[in-house]
């Protein structure tokens, strides 16, 4: 819409285009500020690690949020989730606060995050091996850092990355790792 208007502006006399086309670009400039107010402040990322390895996987689900201005940020307690501090002071640093309902069940964490802190949780399942998961030999994923400074030890080996999700911006692809046999 905006570049046909642009085009139609260039066809006007010489002294009107230029007047037109600086009202479009304040009226662009301003578009573009009512809306980045009107997007959350706060942004979800999600990571997958599988390990796997003696007929189980393992599959931990990271949640992260981040944000580029100063916000209170609410994880919901699902079942299995939990918060995932990364130094002892972040619980006064952040206010980090578990919040229960009437009996005492968690329900949520809230975070007051400055620019760029982040708050993560993580949730834990394991199953039984229904067959190897499909992995890619690459490694592009964001959470490959996350993966060397928490799982890769001896006897743990990297296979791999799955496919991108539909949104990469908030589901980053999921690091396959395996664990090796133990020798007898």
């Known amino acids: ?20 086309l600086i009202l479009l670009t304040a009226a662009c400039v301003t578009v573009i500020g009512i809306m980045s107010q009107l997007l959350p402040p706060e942004r ?8 796997t390895g003696q ?12 944000t580029p201005t100063p916000t209170e940020v609410e994880l919901q307690w699902l079942w ?6 990364f ?9 980090v606060i578990l919040r229960c309902d009437a009996n005492g069940a968690p329900q949520q964490t809230t975070a007051a995050l400055q620019p760029h802190q982040v708050l993560a949780a993580m949730s834990r399942t394991v199953r039984l091996l229904d067959g190897p998961v499909t992995a890619e030999p ?11 400074s928490a799982y ?33």
């Open 55 to 66: 007929r189980m996987t393992q599959i931990d689900q990271w949640h992260y949020v981040t």
């Open 87 to 95: 130094a002892a002071d972040q619980i006064k640093t952040q206010n």
């Open 80 to 85: 299995g989730v939990r918060p995932m501090l």
């Open 152 to 184: 890769l030890r001896s006897g743990v080996r990297m296979v791999g990355e799955t496919a991108f999700r539909s949104d990469p911006e908030r589901f980053w692809p999921a690091v396959v790792l395996e664990v090796d046999p133990p020798k007898p």
């Open 44 to 51: 979800d990322i999600t990571a997958t690690i599988y390990v």
């Open 138 to 148: 690459a490694t592009s994923s964001p959470a490959q850092t996350l993966v060397r």
């Open 1 to 20: 819409m905006t570049s046909i208007l642009i085009l139609a502006a260039t066809l006007l006399p010489r002294g009107w285009a230029l007047g037109v």
